[in-house]
């Protein structure tokens, strides 16, 4: 059976959405510790004990933006792990993946990058656990393509590779939507991921696959 959606869920269901995209861009520019209830209610047009009808509190949508982002990183590598492609069309689609999430939401990277540590202990465990997944499984993914380097090296690889996709909202700014941009981060991050070591240094891989 069916459950009817009212005119009113779909306008709380958008509350909700509006103040999870409001708080990414306040906690963003001003810090969590900055942004007061009253801010994300003006931010979508409600007063700040409005917030409290969709979160028990400030640090409860920190929580729901950093686990929706994490789950959303997690759902969409998973999808591309899924595909019946070449292990080196796999590698490649996962970093183009988190290339275009990355510069679609960098206001979410940054609060990331900044204020995990003030999120409840029960979210905070539930980012790690979607993050570690998600890191198994680019590990899982580049060990198909280079097959001799080790669990320790796999991760070192693949989370400095994160660092450098991530790094983009506070490395190029407002050109997050530059045509090069999303070139050049595929490039550096399939050379990085795929370096090879010579004589003690390291021989980085062509921009392409």
Not at 13 to 36: D, I, M
């Amino acid at each position: 059976m069916a459950i009817e959606v009212t005119d009113r869920d779909r306008a709380k269901a958008l509350r909700r959405e509006a103040l999870l995209r409001e708080s990414a861009r306040l906690f963003a520019t001003r810090g969590f510790s900055a942004v007061s209830l009253e801010d994300l209610g003006a931010a979508v047009g409600v007063s700040g004990p409005a917030v409290y009808r969709h979160f028990s509190g400030k640090q409860a949508l920190l929580g729901a933006l950093l686990i929706d982002v994490s789950q959303r990183l997690h759902d969409g590598g998973a999808a591309v792990i899924a595909r019946d492609v070449t292990p080196r069309e796999r590698l490649r689609e996962l970093i183009q993946f988190h290339v275009t999430f990355a510069l679609s939401q960098s206001d979410v990277i940054r609060v990331q990058d900044r204020d995990l540590a003030q999120l409840s202990p029960t979210d905070h465990d539930s980012v790690r656990r979607l993050q570690r997944a998600y890191i198994q499984s680019w590990m899982n993914a580049l060990s198909d393509v280079v097959p001799s380097l080790d669990a320790s090296e796999l991760r070192l690889r693949v989370q400095a590779g994160f660092g450098l996709i991530n790094s983009t909202p506070h490395s190029v700014g407002s050109n997050t939507h530059a045509p090069d941009t999303a070139a050049t981060l595929i490039a550096m991050t399939t050379a990085a991921l795929l370096a090879s070591r010579e004589d003690g240094g390291y021989v980085f891989a062509p921009a392409t696959f």
